[in-house]
Nanobody
Framework: QVQLVESGGGSVQIGGALRLSCVVS????????VGWFRQAPGKEREGVAA????????YYADSVKGRFTISQDNTKNTVWLQMNGLKPEETSVYYC?????????????????????WGQGTQVTVSS
């Protein structure tokens, strides 16, 4: 069983930056994939980025490439999402989630439904 707790959300101006953290605990396998998702009111949940626990390989949605960075710390129990150049349309609740998969499967393209474990979410608001 895996538990995830997000933090680091807040309010920033357009073009600002935030760093979100996801503390992962419980039974963590080398095959664990941790993804970041966001969901605005009335919108579908959107995959943002993912990282594969075993080797740190990463995936990014096209919309955030070059601006967001997902990483894990040396202890492998915290996943970070550094978000730069934030846009108002990226105002959302951001969630981290986990699943077990192989390296090539560690992508949010597979859909949120594949991620079995979810954090509570953290609000990110980007103002003009």
């Amino acid at each position: 069983q895996v538990q995830l707790v997000e933090s680091g959300g807040g309010s920033v101006q357009i073009g600002g930056a935030l760093r979100l953290s996801c503390v992962v605990s419980g039974y963590i396998l080398s095959s664990t994939c941790v993804g970041w998702f966001r969901q605005a009111p009335g919108k579908e949940r959107e995959g943002v980025a993912a990282i594969y626990h075993a080797d740190g390989s990463t995936y990014y949605a096209d919309s955030v490439k070059g601006r967001f960075t997902i990483s894990q710390d040396n202890t492998k129990n915290t996943v970070w999402l550094q978000m730069n150049g934030l846009k108002p349309e990226e105002t959302s609740v951001y969630y981290c989630a986990a699943m077990s998969t192989f390296r090539e499967g560690c992508t949010v393209v597979v859909g949120a439904m594949r991620f079995l474990y979810w954090g509570q979410g953290t609000q990110v608001t980007v103002s003009s």
